[in-house]
Every structure is written in structure tokens, then in C-alpha cells.
């Protein structure tokens, strides 16, 4: 399996969007680009939700069949370690290692030093394709690197043979994501991250670092939009030298984790892929539920009473429904409304808050950050929730497809 140039990962907490989400694709290759589903769904998630990694298989086969997609798609095993990945082998053929848990662990000090023997040869100045000043890289920079990521590409080596050892060489896709952790990669860390992922000779087709800057669920990039751009270019050409150098597979792209909704650099990575006609996979998990809840606020009175009432419940539950998400998440939580307040709030009212329109002075990402981690409470309200969602699919697929096409795959891909 080769992964295309563009892919987009779609996450669909409740099995129900799938048609939806196919459809911005079919939208995307009538306007004359080519971009790859992925339907994602984590561990953590199925937990929640309780759902199995079987179910995002079916949705995913169902809605191609239906909609006659002749193109390649994929199921991904999202965040998934030794602990977990064998409930994924049987229904995922794309599978996101997550290592952030092991960065800053110390690889032997044999395995280092035999790193730094074999990899010394590249400090000095490294001149790149498109990056007018090299990147300058010094002994120490290649010992750091190897002591604070060598032993985290070790362990997504022992992931990725486990993987290998059930699904056969080729026949899924890798990459390996560091982006949940609390620093970010610099561009000559993810060299050497690169030459270590050689090393163990992992064919990852996309590797997720963490860029400067917060990549919140649900919200718009918050930081230096032109210190991201300066490093994701720098990135770019990071990996296409160790493609050239160290045998990685020859479609190697950068891959944004918690990319929905970052429209304020989605200019910039735009650029940056003409310039260097560069792939890339973009992940937006969450944005879906998201429609899922602006949908049912718009959809009948009784639908905006079950979005009052998950908001009501979240806002009471905060501490909990924040936590497992406290690295990717930044809420005020003496800015948010009361439940009393917003049980007051008409159908447009709740909508605008929710809608990702920073132009709508109703618009806020504290709400909207929020109802991201509180599906969990739409999972416990059962029948309740996903009945409603199947007596307003037509008015929440559209907006479903809308979001993922105009907001998102427009500005990233279209001219």
C-alpha cells in the first residue's frame, strides 16, 4: 500500500457521518483534486464511545460502497501502542504510532553512540533544497537528538513488527506521531528523528511532530503563524533530504495532528506544499462531532434541547472531560456561560456560539473547546443522542460535508 499525495483523516465518533464525509472527497476530485480518506478513531475513543475498532471498518466499507469511491481509503488505528494495537490488526490498514509517551527516555549508551558514529559525518552547515540558510547542526545537537528521541523510534520499531508480523509487509500504511507531547521537534531533531526511523527500517509514509505553537481540538492555531510557516518549510525539506539519504519511502509526508479548524495557517501550508511539491496528511477527528452538535442546535426544538443538555452536563463535568485532553485544550472556565444561560439561548443563538466563524461576535472557542471532549456525554445519552442524529441526518451531513470541504479542504488544496 502506497499512501497518495493528499490525505485527510477523518474522525466519526459515532459511526453515523461517514457518506457525509466521503462526499467532501468526491466534492474535492470534482473540483480536480485527488485527496485519500482516512476514517480515524483512537483507542481512548472507543473506550468512551464503546464501540469497537471493527464498527469504523463497516461504516467506512458501507459508505464507499454506496456512494460507488473507486479510490483508495483507509482505516486507521489512531494513537495506538504495543498495549493496544492488537484490537486494531484485523480491521485497520493504516496505523498512527504514537511514541510521545517515550520521548526523553534514554536509549543504551551503545545504541547512542553507535548513532552518533554513524551520523556525525552530517554536522557543519547542511544545505537544503528551498532553505536559503542550511540548517546548521552541531555534534551536540546530534547527541541530544539521539538521547531524547532514539529510544521512542526504538519502541515504534517494536510497534510497527508487531503489526508487520500479523498484516505482511506492505500491506498497511505508517506513521508515527509525536505531537502530544509538550515540546516542539526542531528541524534538525526531526533529521535525526528521520535517520532513526531509517535505522529500524520503518517505512513511515507520515511522521506528526509537534510544531510551535497550540494545535487545540476543535479551534484555530494559536501562535507565530510565521514562525510555523518558516518551520514546517524547514521541515519539508528535513524530509526530503532523508528521503534521498536515508532510504525512506519515497512519499513521505508531514502529517497535522488536531488540524481541524487551524484556518490561520492553512495559507502558508498551502504555499509551502507548491513550493516544494510536497504531500501531506491532515487529521481533524473531532470537527465532525462538532457539526454533529451545530447541526441538532439548528435542526428542531428538540434536538437544540439535547445540545442544551450536553452543554449543561459537560459544564458540570469539567475537571473530568477536560483531562484526558488537558495538552491539547485551552478553556477559560470562568468565561463560560452557566448551563441557566444557555438553556435560555435560542436555536441561533447556540449555533453561532458553536460555528466556527470567528468573523460572528456570538462565536466562542471556549464553548466550542468544551463541547469537543463532551461527547462522552452524548455516548452515555444512548438512543437519545444518536436517534436525534437520525432524525436530522439530511440537515447535519450537510453540514458535515460543508465544513470539511469549504472550510477545510478549499483553503488547504484548491486555488
Not at 373 to 387: C, S
Amino acid at each position: 500500500m502506497k499512501l497518495g499525495k493528499y490525505s485527510f483523516g477523518v474522525g466519526d465518533r459515532f459511526g453515523m457521518q461517514a457518506k457525509a464525509q466521503l462526499e467532501a472527497m468526491i466534492d474535492a476530485k470534482q473540483a480536480g483534486i485527488e485527496i485519500v480518506p482516512v476514517w480515524n478513531k483512537s483507542h481512548r475513543e472507543h473506550m468512551i464511545i464503546g464501540t469497537e475498532p471493527a464498527s469504523v471498518r463497516a461504516k467506512a466499507d458501507a459508505a464507499v460502497k454506496e456512494l460507488g469511491w473507486n479510490l483508495e481509503y483507509y482505516v486507521d488505528a489512531d494513537h495506538i501502542g504495543l498495549k493496544n494495537v492488537g484490537l486494531f490488526l484485523e480491521a485497520s490498514d493504516f496505523f498512527t504510532l504514537d511514541i510521545a509517551d517515550f520521548i526523553g527516555e534514554c536509549a543504551a549508551e551503545k545504541d547512542i553512540a553507535g548513532f552518533l558514529y554513524k551520523y556525525e559525518k552530517y554536522s557543519g552547515v547542511l544545505e537544503l533544497d528551498q532553505i536559503e540558510d542550511g540548517l546548521y547542526i552541531g555534534k551536540d545537537d546530534i547527541e541530544a537528538a539521539a538521547r531524547k528521541y532514539l529510544l521512542a523510534i526504538q519502541e515504534a520499531g517494536k510497534i510497527y513488527r508487531n503489526i508487520e508480523l500479523v498484516k505482511g509487509v506492505g500491506n498497511f500504511v505508517t506513521e508515527i506521531s509525536m505531537d502530544e507531547t509538550d515540546e516542539p521537534q526542531r528541524p534538525v531533531e526531526m533529521l535525526f528523528i528521520l535517520a532513526a526511523i531509517a535505522e529500524e527500517q520503518i517505512p513511515a509514509e507520515t511522521i506528526a511532530p509537534k510544531f510551535t505553537g497550540r494545535f487545540n481540538k476543535g479551534v484555530d492555531y494559536v501562535g507565530d503563524v510565521r514562525q510555523f510557516a518558516e518551520e514546517f518549510e524547514a521541515n519539508l525539506a528535513v524530509i526530503r533530504f532523508a528521503v534521498e539519504n536515508f532510504g525512506l519511502p519515497l512519499n513521505l509526508k508531514l502529517s497535522i495532528h488536531s488540524g481541524s479548524d487551524k484556518f490561520s495557517i492553512y495559507g502558508p501550508i498551502k504555499s509551502a506544499l507548491k513550493k516544494f511539491d510536497a504531500g501531506l496528511h491532515i487529521k481533524t477527528a473531532g470537527t465532525t462531532w462538532l457539526e454533529e452538535i451545530g447541526g441538532l442546535a439548528v435542526a428542531g426544538k428538540d434536538a437544540l434541547a439535547i445540545a442544551k443538555q450536553i452543554y449543561a452536563e459537560s459544564l458540570g463535568r469539567f475537571d473530568e472531560l477536560c483531562a484526558p485532553y488537558e495538552r491539547v485544550i485551552n478553556i477559560e472556565k470562568d468565561k463560560l456561560p452557566t448551563a441557566e444561560e444557555v438553556s435560555g439561548w435560542s436555536d441561533e443563538d447556540f449555533y453561532a456560539a458553536v460555528c466556527h466563524d470567528e468573523k460572528c461576535r456570538k462565536y466562542d472557542a471556549n464553548i466550542r473547546q468544551l463541547l469537543h471532549v463532551g461527547y462522552k456525554v452524548a455516548a452515555e445519552m444512548g438512543e437519545k443522542y444518536l436517534g436525534a442524529v437520525k432524525k436530522y441526518e439530511d440537515v447535519i451531513g450537510r453540514n458535515v460535508k460543508n465544513n470539511i470541504f469549504e472550510r477545510h479542504i478549499k483553503p488547504l488544496f484548491i486555488d
